[in-house]
C-alpha cells in the first residue's frame, strides 16, 4: 500500500469514529504491517493536509480525532442557540486543583480553598469523568486520592498535563478561568434550573476552614511536598 492509500484509510477510519483512536488501533488497520512510527509519521502528514481548513487533526490524551477549529465555535454554536448550562465555581474550582496538584484529597483542596468541599462537588466530576480516585493516602482514614483523567485532558483538547494554562501569580485559584472557558461548552445535559439550582447551593452552603496560598513569598505555585505513599497520577501523555 502506498502512502497515499494508507493516508486514506486513517482518514476514513479518524472521520467515521465515535471516540479518538489509539495508535495501536490505528495500526490495526494495516494488520500492524506498519509499526509506530510509520503511523504516526502518516499521521503527521494527514494533519498537515487539513491545515488551512474548518476541520483539524489533533493528538489527545486518549488518541487521535478530528474536530472543528476553536475559531469556528461561534459558527456552530448557532446550530444550538440553547447556552449549556453552567458548574458553580465551587466545583470548577475543585477540578482546577486537583489538575494542578494532584494527587489530592478532599482535606488537600479544603486546605487550599479555605472551605469545606461538599460530596455532591466530587460526585459530580465523577460523574463526569473528569477525575477519578487512583488509591489512597496510607493516614489515618486512608483519604481518597484524585486525579485527573483522560476525558477531561480529551475535553481540555489536550494530549497531556504538561499542556494545561500556566499558572499566573496572584490571579484565580489555578487557571480558573481558562478552565471555565475551554471545559464549560461541553456541559452536562439535564435541566438548566436544576443545575443552577445546585451551583448555587454549592457556593452557598461552603463552610470555611484555614486557607493555605496558592503560591509561596517568592511567586512560585506553592506545591506541596509529595508523599511518598501517594501513587503518582495516571500516565496521560500521547497514547501508543
Keep these: 500500500m502506498n502512502t497515499q492509500d494508507a493516508k ?48 483539524e487533526l489533533v493528538a489527545l490524551a486518549s488518541g487521535w480525532r478530528f474536530q472543528s477549529r476553536p475559531e469556528l465555535r461561534e459558527y456552530l454554536d448557532r446550530l444550538h442557540p440553547e447556552k449549556p448550562p453552567r458548574y458553580s465555581r465551587a466545583v470548577l474550582e475543585t477540578l482546577a486543583i486537583i489538575a494542578y496538584r494532584q494527587p489530592v484529597t478532599r ?15 466530587v460526585k459530580q466530576l465523577e460523574d463526569r469523568g473528569w477525575i477519578e480516585a487512583i488509591g489512597h493516602r496510607e493516614t489515618p482514614g486512608r483519604p481518597a486520592l484524585y486525579a485527573t483523567t483522560k476525558s477531561f485532558l480529551d475535553d481540555l483538547g ?10 499566573e501569580v496572584g490571579g ?39 486557607s ?19 501513587p503518582p497520577p495516571q500516565p496521560q501523555s500521547e497514547p501508543a
Excluded: K, Y
Excluded at 482535606?107 to 462537588?121: L, N, T
Excluded at 487557571?175 to 461541553?186: C, I, K, S, V
Excluded at 493555605?212 to 501517594?230: E, I, K, V
Design 158 to 167: 489536550l494530549a497531556s498535563l504538561e499542556q494545561l494554562p500556566a499558572l
Design 107 to 121: 482535606g488537600d483542596i479544603e486546605d487550599i480553598r479555605g472551605v469545606v468541599v461538599a460530596s455532591q462537588i
Design 172 to 210: 484565580e485559584p489555578p487557571a480558573f478561568e481558562a478552565l471555565q472557558g475551554r471545559l464549560l461548552d461541553d456541559a452536562p445535559e439535564g435541566a438548566p434550573g436544576e443545575l443552577a439550582a445546585d451551583a448555587a447551593a454549592d457556593d452557598a452552603t461552603e463552610v470555611p476552614v484555614p
Design 8 to 55: 486514506r484509510v486513517l482518514e476514513t477510519a479518524l472521520i467515521c469514529a465515535s471516540q479518538p483512536l489509539t495508535l495501536r488501533e490505528l495500526r490495526s488497520l494495516f494488520a500492524d504491517e506498519l509499526g509506530a512510527d510509520s503511523v504516526r509519521s502518516l499521521l503527521d502528514e494527514l494533519s498537515r493536509d487539513w491545515e488551512g481548513r474548518g476541520v
Design 212 to 230: 493555605q496560598s496558592l503560591f509561596g513569598d517568592d511567586g512560585t505555585p506553592a506545591l506541596p511536598n509529595p508523599d511518598p505513599n501517594d
